[in-house]
Protein backbone atom coordinates (compact mmCIF):
# COMPACT_ATOMS: atom_id res chain seq x y z
CA UNK A 1 0.00 0.00 0.00
CA UNK A 2 2.52 2.22 0.98
CA UNK A 3 5.80 3.62 -1.76
CA UNK A 4 8.34 3.88 0.78
CA UNK A 5 11.02 6.30 -0.99
CA UNK A 6 12.63 7.56 2.38
CA UNK A 7 15.34 10.29 2.30
CA UNK A 8 16.93 8.87 5.38
CA UNK A 9 20.48 9.66 5.20
CA UNK A 10 21.63 6.39 6.93
CA UNK A 11 22.66 3.48 4.60
CA UNK A 12 19.97 0.27 4.57
CA UNK A 13 22.19 -2.91 5.34
CA UNK A 14 18.92 -4.76 3.82
CA UNK A 15 16.79 -3.13 1.18
CA UNK A 16 13.61 -5.03 -0.04
CA UNK A 17 12.64 -3.91 -3.48
CA UNK A 18 8.93 -4.97 -4.86
CA UNK A 19 9.02 -8.32 -3.47
CA UNK A 20 6.24 -11.08 -3.18
CA UNK A 21 5.87 -14.57 -2.49
CA UNK A 22 3.12 -16.98 -3.32
CA UNK A 23 2.53 -20.57 -1.69
CA UNK A 24 0.67 -22.21 -4.41
CA UNK A 25 -1.69 -19.61 -6.16
CA UNK A 26 -1.97 -17.80 -2.26
CA UNK A 27 -0.10 -14.66 -1.74
CA UNK A 28 1.75 -14.22 1.08
CA UNK A 29 3.15 -11.08 0.50
CA UNK A 30 2.51 -8.74 -1.99
CA UNK A 31 4.48 -6.46 -3.87
CA UNK A 32 7.06 -4.66 -0.56
CA UNK A 33 9.19 -2.34 -0.39
CA UNK A 34 11.17 -0.42 2.82
CA UNK A 35 15.06 -0.26 3.82
CA UNK A 36 16.38 -1.84 7.02
CA UNK A 37 19.07 0.26 8.48
CA UNK A 38 22.43 -0.65 9.93
CA UNK A 39 22.64 -0.97 14.02
CA UNK A 40 18.85 -0.27 14.32
CA UNK A 41 16.41 -2.36 15.31
CA UNK A 42 13.28 -2.76 12.86
CA UNK A 43 9.68 -4.13 13.96
CA UNK A 44 7.74 -5.80 11.75
CA UNK A 45 4.27 -5.72 12.97
CA UNK A 46 0.36 -6.90 11.56
CA UNK A 47 -2.51 -9.39 12.75
CA UNK A 48 -2.11 -13.03 12.42
CA UNK A 49 -0.97 -14.33 8.51
CA UNK A 50 -0.78 -10.95 7.24
CA UNK A 51 3.06 -11.84 6.14
CA UNK A 52 5.66 -10.51 8.48
CA UNK A 53 7.07 -13.99 9.11
CA UNK A 54 7.29 -14.83 5.68
CA UNK A 55 8.49 -11.58 4.68
CA UNK A 56 11.10 -12.14 7.12
CA UNK A 57 12.16 -15.95 6.94
CA UNK A 58 13.31 -14.67 3.04
CA UNK A 59 15.84 -12.35 3.98
CA UNK A 60 17.99 -14.95 4.94
CA UNK A 61 16.33 -17.48 1.88
CA UNK A 62 14.85 -20.06 5.03
CA UNK A 63 11.97 -20.56 2.75
CA UNK A 64 13.54 -22.03 -0.93
CA UNK A 65 12.56 -25.50 0.26
CA UNK A 66 9.15 -25.56 0.50
CA UNK A 67 7.06 -27.33 -1.65
CA UNK A 68 5.07 -25.14 -4.71
CA UNK A 69 6.77 -21.76 -3.21
CA UNK A 70 7.98 -19.17 -5.47
CA UNK A 71 8.87 -15.61 -5.49
CA UNK A 72 9.00 -12.09 -7.43
CA UNK A 73 10.83 -8.50 -6.59
CA UNK A 74 14.57 -8.64 -5.04
CA UNK A 75 15.80 -8.20 -1.22
CA UNK A 76 19.34 -6.89 -1.16
CA UNK A 77 21.89 -7.28 1.46
CA UNK A 78 24.69 -4.68 1.49
CA UNK A 79 23.49 -4.30 -1.85
CA UNK A 80 23.81 -7.40 -4.17
CA UNK A 81 20.34 -9.36 -4.40
CA UNK A 82 20.33 -12.02 -2.21
CA UNK A 83 18.22 -14.43 -4.84
CA UNK A 84 20.93 -13.75 -7.72
CA UNK A 85 21.93 -17.76 -8.36
CA UNK A 86 25.89 -17.26 -7.57
CA UNK A 87 24.58 -16.59 -3.44
CA UNK A 88 26.35 -18.69 -1.04
CA UNK A 89 23.07 -19.82 1.06
CA UNK A 90 25.33 -21.30 3.84
CA UNK A 91 27.72 -17.90 3.62
CA UNK A 92 24.03 -15.36 3.36
CA UNK A 93 22.99 -17.35 6.57
CA UNK A 94 25.77 -16.87 8.75
CA UNK A 95 25.73 -13.11 8.11
CA UNK A 96 22.27 -12.82 8.66
CA UNK A 97 21.03 -14.67 11.41
CA UNK A 98 18.12 -16.37 12.24
CA UNK A 99 15.89 -16.95 15.42
CA UNK A 100 12.71 -18.28 15.76
CA UNK A 101 9.12 -18.20 17.92
CA UNK A 102 9.94 -21.54 19.80
CA UNK A 103 13.62 -21.65 21.79
CA UNK A 104 15.42 -24.49 19.65
CA UNK A 105 18.21 -25.98 20.96
CA UNK A 106 20.23 -29.05 19.57
CA UNK A 107 20.06 -32.12 21.57
CA UNK A 108 23.53 -31.72 22.80
CA UNK A 109 25.43 -29.35 25.36
CA UNK A 110 24.95 -25.68 25.97
CA UNK A 111 28.56 -25.59 24.77
CA UNK A 112 27.97 -27.87 21.69
CA UNK A 113 25.24 -25.56 21.08
CA UNK A 114 26.85 -22.27 20.90
CA UNK A 115 29.61 -23.68 19.36
CA UNK A 116 27.58 -25.76 16.24
CA UNK A 117 27.76 -23.30 13.48
CA UNK A 118 31.45 -22.11 14.33
CA UNK A 119 32.67 -25.24 13.50
CA UNK A 120 30.98 -25.77 10.61
CA UNK A 121 32.47 -22.61 9.39
CA UNK A 122 36.16 -23.16 10.83
CA UNK A 123 38.75 -25.31 12.63
CA UNK A 124 39.56 -23.69 15.93
CA UNK A 125 42.03 -24.96 18.18
CA UNK A 126 40.22 -26.09 21.56
CA UNK A 127 40.73 -22.78 23.43
CA UNK A 128 40.17 -20.49 20.56
CA UNK A 129 36.34 -22.16 20.75
CA UNK A 130 36.33 -22.26 24.12
CA UNK A 131 36.74 -18.48 23.75
CA UNK A 132 34.08 -17.72 21.19
CA UNK A 133 31.33 -19.48 23.15
CA UNK A 134 32.53 -17.70 26.49
CA UNK A 135 32.04 -14.49 24.75
CA UNK A 136 28.69 -15.30 23.04
CA UNK A 137 27.33 -16.12 25.70
CA UNK A 138 28.51 -13.09 27.78
CA UNK A 139 26.93 -10.92 24.59
CA UNK A 140 23.60 -12.96 25.48
CA UNK A 141 23.56 -12.13 29.11
CA UNK A 142 23.86 -15.89 29.78
CA UNK A 143 27.24 -17.01 30.97
CA UNK A 144 27.05 -15.70 34.69
CA UNK A 145 24.40 -18.75 34.86
CA UNK A 146 25.48 -21.14 32.79
CA UNK A 147 29.05 -20.94 32.94
CA UNK A 148 29.77 -23.92 35.94
CA UNK A 149 27.45 -26.07 34.11
CA UNK A 150 28.25 -25.81 30.24
CA UNK A 151 28.36 -29.49 29.22
CA UNK A 152 24.45 -30.01 30.24
CA UNK A 153 22.29 -30.74 28.17
CA UNK A 154 20.33 -27.42 26.47
CA UNK A 155 17.12 -28.73 27.11
CA UNK A 156 17.35 -28.74 30.90
CA UNK A 157 17.66 -25.17 31.17
CA UNK A 158 14.29 -22.51 31.27
CA UNK A 159 13.03 -21.31 28.05
CA UNK A 160 14.18 -17.74 28.68
CA UNK A 161 17.86 -19.86 29.00
CA UNK A 162 17.46 -21.44 25.87
CA UNK A 163 16.40 -18.63 23.96
CA UNK A 164 19.00 -16.70 24.74
CA UNK A 165 21.09 -19.37 24.50
CA UNK A 166 20.04 -19.69 20.86
CA UNK A 167 20.58 -16.06 20.38
CA UNK A 168 23.92 -16.42 21.53
CA UNK A 169 24.20 -19.51 18.59
CA UNK A 170 23.50 -16.79 16.00
CA UNK A 171 26.14 -14.36 17.68
CA UNK A 172 28.60 -17.05 17.58
CA UNK A 173 29.31 -17.42 13.94
CA UNK A 174 29.64 -13.19 14.11
CA UNK A 175 26.43 -12.06 11.99
CA UNK A 176 25.93 -8.76 10.57
CA UNK A 177 22.06 -8.78 11.29
CA UNK A 178 19.47 -11.08 13.56
CA UNK A 179 16.36 -12.07 12.35
CA UNK A 180 14.23 -12.85 15.08
CA UNK A 181 10.13 -14.05 14.99
CA UNK A 182 8.33 -13.82 17.67
CA UNK A 183 11.25 -14.62 19.85
CA UNK A 184 9.09 -13.97 23.13
CA UNK A 185 5.99 -15.37 22.76
CA UNK A 186 6.61 -18.56 24.35
CA UNK A 187 8.49 -17.15 27.61
CA UNK A 188 7.02 -15.54 30.42
CA UNK A 189 7.11 -11.43 31.23
CA UNK A 190 10.65 -11.96 33.13
CA UNK A 191 12.16 -14.04 30.19
CA UNK A 192 10.59 -11.65 28.29
CA UNK A 193 11.79 -8.03 29.68
CA UNK A 194 15.50 -9.98 29.73
CA UNK A 195 14.99 -10.60 26.14
CA UNK A 196 14.36 -7.29 25.38
CA UNK A 197 17.12 -5.61 27.39
CA UNK A 198 19.69 -7.96 25.36
CA UNK A 199 18.43 -6.73 22.17
CA UNK A 200 18.47 -3.12 22.94
CA UNK A 201 22.12 -3.55 23.75
CA UNK A 202 22.97 -6.19 20.86
CA UNK A 203 21.92 -2.99 18.43
CA UNK A 204 25.20 -1.42 18.84
CA UNK A 205 26.66 -3.69 17.45
CA UNK A 206 24.22 -5.29 15.19
CA UNK A 207 21.41 -5.29 12.99
CA UNK A 208 17.98 -6.92 14.28
CA UNK A 209 14.54 -6.89 12.81
CA UNK A 210 12.17 -8.41 14.51
CA UNK A 211 8.26 -9.78 14.03
CA UNK A 212 6.28 -9.56 16.66
CA UNK A 213 2.52 -9.66 17.31
CA UNK A 214 3.02 -7.75 20.78
CA UNK A 215 2.56 -4.45 19.52
CA UNK A 216 3.83 -2.61 22.92
CA UNK A 217 7.42 -4.63 22.60
CA UNK A 218 7.90 -2.77 19.23
CA UNK A 219 7.15 0.71 20.35
CA UNK A 220 9.45 0.07 23.45
CA UNK A 221 12.17 -1.69 21.73
CA UNK A 222 12.27 -0.74 18.09
CA UNK A 223 13.85 2.30 15.72
CA UNK A 224 11.52 1.54 12.84
CA UNK A 225 8.84 0.05 12.02
CA UNK A 226 6.88 -1.55 9.28
CA UNK A 227 3.35 -2.28 9.30
CA UNK A 228 1.48 -5.20 7.71
CA UNK A 229 -1.70 -6.28 6.51
CA UNK A 230 -2.93 -8.62 4.37
CA UNK A 231 0.29 -9.27 2.75
CA UNK A 232 0.31 -6.03 2.19
CA UNK A 233 3.18 -2.92 3.91
CA UNK A 234 0.39 -0.10 4.72
CA UNK A 235 3.26 2.05 6.94
CA UNK A 236 6.60 1.98 7.18
CA UNK A 237 8.32 5.23 9.20
CA UNK A 238 10.84 5.71 12.61
CA UNK A 239 8.58 4.05 15.13
CA UNK A 240 8.20 7.48 17.35
CA UNK A 241 6.38 9.03 14.21
CA UNK A 242 3.99 6.30 13.40
CA UNK A 243 2.71 5.81 16.73
CA UNK A 244 2.38 9.78 17.77
CA UNK A 245 0.88 10.29 13.85
CA UNK A 246 0.25 7.16 12.05
CA UNK A 247 -0.68 8.42 8.35
CA UNK A 248 -2.45 5.46 7.30
CA UNK A 249 -6.23 4.94 8.83
CA UNK A 250 -5.78 1.27 8.92
CA UNK A 251 -2.20 2.09 10.99
CA UNK A 252 -4.40 3.99 13.60
CA UNK A 253 -6.97 1.36 13.67
CA UNK A 254 -3.92 -1.00 14.46
CA UNK A 255 -2.28 1.15 16.90
CA UNK A 256 -6.14 1.44 18.61
CA UNK A 257 -6.59 -2.17 18.78
CA UNK A 258 -9.87 -1.86 16.67
CA UNK A 259 -7.97 -4.89 14.41
CA UNK A 260 -5.93 -7.40 15.43
Known sequence: MENVASNNPLKPVIRVDSFSAFYGKKVGVHSVTFPIYKHKITAIIGPSGCGKSTLLRNMNRMNDNILNYKTSGDIYFEEKNIFNRDTDLMLLRKKIGMVFQRPTPFPMSV??????GVRLHHRHSKET???IVEESLKKASLWSEVKDELHKPAESFSGGQQQRM????????EPEVILLDE???A???????NIEILLEA???????????????QAIRISDYMAFMYRG????YGETSEIVKQPKNPLTEEYLSGKIS
Open 111 to 116: FDNVAF
Open 129 to 131: LSG
Open 166 to 173: CIARALAV
Open 183 to 185: PTS
Open 187 to 193: LDPIATK
Open 202 to 216: LEESYTIVIVTHNLS
Open 232 to 235: ELVE
